[in-house]
T-cell receptor, first 115, second 114 residues
Framework: EAQVTQNPRYLITVTGKKLTVTCSQN?????MSWYRQDPGLGLRQIYY???????DKGDVPEGYKVSRKEKRNFPLILESPSPNQTSLYFC??????????????FGPGTRLTVT | AQKVTQAQTEISVVEKEDVTLDCVYE???????LFWYKQPPSGELVFLIR??????QNEISGRYSWNFQKSTSSFNFTITASQVVDSAVYFC???????????FGTGTRLKVLA
């Protein structure tokens, strides 16, 4: 089954304690991206990756890091989480062959609470 | 800079009514893609449609239809004969060709009452 998986699905942590949210896709997609969803603000793009070892900032990258060492994985790293990073996070992937932007497949979401 | 505006924060309709969700976008680029996604109460994001700027043809899929008008920079979504299962948050998104960024609107929460 084609899917994007995220772990953990729920996480409560404390300020300053480094954490990683994993994302994996099994569709051999070149493009992967992270979003955060906050009430009244919709979905905002944090980082994206066009392919292995190629990443770039989205609109709200502050406080986050990513890496793309393998095509299937795109972890989101919060080195020193703060309460304003409490949010619902989605990972997504899509195929972008020849520049055509196909639909993004989204993971189930990770609800993060930073106290 | 690009922007997507979904001015309707929340809409409530009674089952079987028709409803239109508005999406207005801003971009100086002439080549782009527009998308609609649905987020039901269960929380997952589901793709509904993709349209590129070269194709202004309207699309119909069952009870769903989309009206794309470049002249007004709008990509509106109509649900005909709404059903309770249509209750969800709907997002419109824009991505300029040649970039890898996606700009989402703030979403419209649709409540369909039985």
């Amino acid at each position: 089954e084609a899917q994007v998986t995220q772990n953990p699905r729920y996480l409560i942590t404390v300020t300053g304690k480094k954490l990683t949210v994993t994302c994996s896709q099994n569709m051999n997609h070149e493009y992967m991206s992270w979003y955060r969803q906050d009430p009244g603000l919709g979905l905002r793009q944090i980082y994206y990756s066009m392919n292995v070892e190629v990443t770039d900032k989205g609109d709200v990258p502050e406080g986050y890091k990513v890496s793309r060492k393998e095509k299937r994985n795109f972890p989101l790293i919060l080195e020193s989480p703060s309460p304003n990073q409490t949010s619902l996070y989605f990972c997504a992937s899509s195929s972008t062959i020849a520049g055509v932007k196909n639909e993004q497949y989204f993971g189930p979401g990770t609800r993060l609470t930073v106290t | 800079a690009q922007k997507v505006t979904q001015a309707q924060t929340e809409i409530s309709v009674v089952e079987k009514e028709d409803v239109t969700l508005d999406c207005v976008y801003e971009t100086r680029d002439t080549t782009y893609y527009l998308f609609w996604y649905k987020q039901p109460p269960s929380g997952e994001l589901v793709f509904l449609i993709r349209r590129n700027s070269f194709d202004e043809q309207n699309e119909i899929s069952g009870r769903y239809s989309w009206n794309f008008q470049k002249s007004t920079s709008s990509f509106n979504f109509t649900i005909t004969a709404s059903q309770v299962v249509d209750s969800a948050v709907y997002f419109c998104a824009l991505s300029v060709i040649g970039t890898y960024k996606y700009i989402f609107g703030t979403g419209t929460r649709l409540k369909v009452l039985a």
